[in-house]
């Protein structure tokens, strides 16, 4: 098993996506995909796909820099949309926000209030009374902008660090300097979640500036941390960077992960770290193995239980660019792109989202949900031992499994989205 296949946070990814046949060739109309599903309890995600600048490693959707009247007709068209799909779900509850990107804190104070109030006017959501996450970046997280986020109810902002060390962010690609970083974190106090990401197994680091980066994020006690190890995929600046770098991200990610569990912080999943005298906002509701999200903007996924769909997915500059220049003149309508779930790739889904996290895979009610054994359908989970063992009713990752999780996890991916993901050709 290779330890980095893929990082599972979705499945399928988005590379399984295609274009949706259906056998008369009719548009798909949204009001037909959503119409028997439950909508008291939807996520809404927002995305902005713009950047202050377009980190080396970065394989995001999204673009830097883009011209102000380009930003301004995409706003008008996430406006657009939000109303069309309000429109398509005049009933929907949502229960949970976030606004993602790229870097939602490259609008200005102005742009961003709209944003917010496609949630609230549109969705008529009440932002205090429900979780919502925003990220942001050191540069563009000033105190105009946090300040808004805060007025309005939002309680969870994450920010891209990277690294504090010079060397690794240049080795990165990633142009930022210490001292507006650590305004940036002095400007986030106050949120009641603040989350810090960081990269490791970047060819510059090593055990100790690895650490260093870790005590200096930790001066600022943040609530969460993410701790990413280093992906190069093709069309992200550093592709022709051949390193062989497995041992050095599975040290990295035990240092890692040793130093915070001996500093306060409790581990959910191979990535996500929380203070342990932290209470999150949670949302008593929403479960995250129930789907249910509507995706706003261009690069945002939306989930029914039987269809995932979104836009077009790519990389490099000028494909996304046109992606959101046809993006921004839809009259979003129809779902013409995105992945069909069947029974068997709803169970993947579910197994995939419960086991890759510290609760674990809860058997029974797998068996309550689909009607038949997890271990029965998906005999990996008895054969994977070094990685999984079962506790009772539930199915958890051992220290190695939660380790390897990018190598566990797309052990359980259906042959259809391996094949497709591989197929897919990026641009
Ligand atoms: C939307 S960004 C964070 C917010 C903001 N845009 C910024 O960079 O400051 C999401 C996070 O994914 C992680 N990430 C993205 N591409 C990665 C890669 N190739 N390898 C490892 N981590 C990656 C980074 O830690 C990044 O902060
Ligand atoms: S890491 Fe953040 S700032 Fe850099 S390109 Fe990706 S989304 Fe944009």
């Known amino acids: 098993m290779n330890p980095y296949t893929a990082y599972t946070y979705a499945y399928p990814h988005k590379t399984a996506y295609r274009p949706i046949q259906r056998t008369d060739n009719a548009p798909l109309p949204l009001t037909t995909v959503w119409a028997n599903e439950p909508r008291d309890n939807l996520f809404l995600y927002i995305h902005i796909p713009f950047c202050e600048m377009r980190c080396g ?5 999204t673009t830097a820099n883009p011209a102000q009247s380009f930003t301004q007709r995409y706003l008008d068209a996430l406006w657009r949309q939000a109303e069309v799909v309000r429109a398509a779900l005049p009933d929907a509850t949502i229960a949970q926000v976030a606004i993602g990107g790229g870097t939602p804190t ?25 979780p919502v996450s925003v990220e942001t970046s050191p540069q563009t997280a000033t105190p105009e902008r946090l300040a808004l986020l805060r007025e309005h109810g939002v309680d969870r902002i994450s920010i891209g660090v990277q690294s504090f060390v010079q060397i690794e962010l240049n080795g990165i690609g990633r142009s930022q300097r210490n001292p507006i970083v650590e305004r940036a974190l002095n400007n986030m106090r106050g949120f009641p979640t603040r989350n810090i990401d960081l990269i490791y197994g970047n060819p510059h680091q090593t055990e100790a500036s690895w650490l260093a980066s870790l005590r200096h994020a930790l001066a600022f006690a943040p609530e969460q941390l993410y701790l990413y190890p280093l992906y190069v995929r093709p069309l992200t600046g550093m592709d022709k960077m051949q390193q062989a770098w497995n041992d050095q991200r599975l040290s990295q990610y035990q240092c890692g992960r040793d130093f915070l569990l001996a500093n306060g912080y409790r581990q959910q999943t191979m990535r996500h770290f929380e203070r342990v005298d932290h209470v999150p906002q949670a949302n008593a509701h929403y479960s995250c193995q129930e789907d249910g999200m509507i995706g706003l903007g261009c690069g945002a996924r939306s989930y029914t239980r039987s269809l995932h769909y979104s836009s077009e997915y790519a990389v490099g500059r000028s494909s996304v660019r046109d992606i959101l220049h046809d993006w921004v003149k839809r009259d979003f309508q129809h779902v013409d792109y995105g992945f069909v779930l069947d029974e068997d790739e709803q169970q993947r889904r579910y197994l995939l989202k419960s086991l890759l996290s510290a609760e674990g ?41 939660l380790a390897w999780s990018d190598g566990v996890g797309p052990a359980f991916y259906s042959e259809r989205v391996r094949e497709l993901s591989a197929e897919f050709a990026l641009s």
């Open 57 to 61: 490693f970065c394989n995001l959707f």
């Open 361 to 401: 895979l809860d058997g029974e009610k797998f068996v309550a949900r689909f009607g038949v054994d997890p271990a029965k359908q998906f005999p990996q989970l008895l054969e994977l031992t070094d990685y999984i063992q079962r506790h009772g009713a539930h199915w958890r990752l051992t220290e190695k499994g």
């Open 106 to 130: 490259y609008l200005d104070v102005d742009e961003l209030a709209r944003v917010l109030a496609i949630a609230e006017d549109i969705f008529a959501v009440d932002l205090a009374t429900v």
